[in-house]
């Protein structure tokens, strides 16, 4: 796992839990804030966004990417999660994917539970890697597949 600097890592947590202050959350009532920490430093939050249909709902983490990408930031450093659960609670599936086209497997990701402030053992540090093995990512797409197909012809 690479490291964060202490620094930055405080400053990244703080940044999530200031981002869940924002979370719109009528239906679920379950605020997520996450905070995206760029390779030059700057930090990019995001909070869950709920919308009465339910899909047009979108969650902290992807917020935060969104962003991000869309202000031209493509490279990142760290990634912090926080809810008001009790136990740190790591990105749903589509998040992971989302995290994991544009973030190397080894991007540390700090799973922070609510009372992280006052727990030294609030925090979980984890990777991309971690939570999602076995990924399908970018480069993915730029294998080889005639190999395959001449077999299958075979």
Do not use: H, W
Request: proline letters at 4%; charged letters at 25%.
């Amino acid at each position: 796992m690479a490291d964060i600097v202490a620094s930055n890592r405080d400053r990244l947590l703080k940044a999530a839990v200031e981002a869940k202050t924002f979370a719109y959350v009528p239906y679920s009532k379950f605020r997520v804030g996450a905070a995206l920490l760029t390779e030059d430093g700057e930090i990019i939050k995001g909070a869950n966004i709920e919308n009465a249909s339910y899909g047009g709902t979108i969650c902290a983490e992807r917020t935060a990417f969104v962003k991000a990408v869309s202000e031209g930031k493509r490279k990142f450093a760290a990634l912090a999660v926080t809810t008001d659960v009790a136990s740190p609670i790591a990105p749903c599936g589509m998040c992971r994917q989302v995290i994991r086209e544009f973030c190397s497997l080894d991007m540390p990701i700090l799973l922070a539970a609510s009372s992280y402030i006052e727990k030294e053992d609030g925090v979980r540090e984890s990777t991309l890697g971690e939570l999602l093995p076995f990924s399908f990512g970018p480069e993915d797409l730029e294998r080889d597949r005639r190999l395959r197909y001449l077999f299958e012809l075979i």
